[in-house]
T-cell receptor
Framework: NAGVTQTPKFQVLKTGQSMTLQCAQD?????MSWYRQDPGMGLRLIHY???????DQGEVPNGYNVSRSTTEDFPLRLLSAAPSQTSVYFC????????????FGNGTRLTVT | QKEVEQDPGPLSVPEGAIVSLNCTYS??????FMWYRQYSRKGPELLMY????GNKEDGRFTAQVDKSSKYISLFIRDSQPSDSATYLC??????????FGAGTRLFVKA
């Protein structure tokens, strides 16, 4: 099993550009989420999904969009990149059971100049 | 004030030492407590998972939860250079939202 796969591993954007961070999982997990990790801030929840067609906002959703058309995929879209979005982004999944531990991908390092 | 406070370190210890990592929290609704280990340029991976107060042991690792003090700890016995990583505490009160500490960087010197 590959687990949670994130692409790309690294990305550099100019301010105002848009892009999509990809996340795919092969564990048939219902719940998927996106976090960003910044020094001294820990992991902060951006958006999450409890199943295909259902998404909701987390702690820091502004500037990001998500959709969930299949169980496997949960892409994160940056509509107009800003330097404040420079961060490491992690996708995570967990089975459809409350309070199950999260399975993380290896992250996408994004720099916005 | 953050919901979860964790000393960022770095913490440097010699090989074989006992390591103590700690987090405090403010939300009394938290019931599920986790420790994740994160190696450089990798995603966090679950190390320990406990419910409510008490101790849980797994090999060289022991997790303790004291809900009355809102304090959780992770102990690593006989620490090894391969334990060098960032350790993240995390907690949840039920539901899908998990709150993470900022992480403590640990270096174990051979």
């Amino acid at each position: 099993n590959a687990g949670v796969t994130q692409t790309p591993k690294f990305q550099v954007l100019k301010t105002g550009q848009s892009m999509t961070l990809q996340c795919a999982q092969d564990m048939n997990h219902e719940y998927m989420s996106w976090y960003r990790q910044d020094p001294g801030m820990g992991l902060r929840l951006i958006h999450y999904s409890v199943g295909a067609g259902i998404t909701d906002q987390g702690e820091v959703p502004n500037g990001y969009n998500v959709s969930r058309s299949t169980t496997e995929d949960f892409p994160l879209r940056l509509l107009s990149a800003a330097p404040s979005q420079t961060s490491v982004y992690f996708c995570a999944s967990t089975p459809d059971r409350l309070n199950s531990p999260l399975h993380f991908g290896n992250g996408t390092r994004l720099t916005v100049t | 004030q953050k919901e979860v406070e964790q000393d960022p370190g770095p913490l440097s210890v010699p090989e074989g030492a006992i390591v103590s990592l700690n987090c405090t929290y403010s939300n009394s609704a938290f019931q599920y407590f986790m420790w994740y280990r994160q190696y450089s340029r990798k995603g966090p991976e679950l190390l320990m998972y406990t419910y409510s107060s008490g101790n849980k042991e797994d090999g060289r690792f022991t997790a303790q939860v004291d809900k009355s003090s809102k304090y959780i700890s992770l102990f690593i016995r006989d620490s090894q250079p391969s334990d060098s990583a960032t350790y993240l505490c995390a907690m949840s009160g039920g539901g899908f939202k998990t709150i993470f500490g900022a992480g403590t960087r640990l270096f174990v010197k051979a």
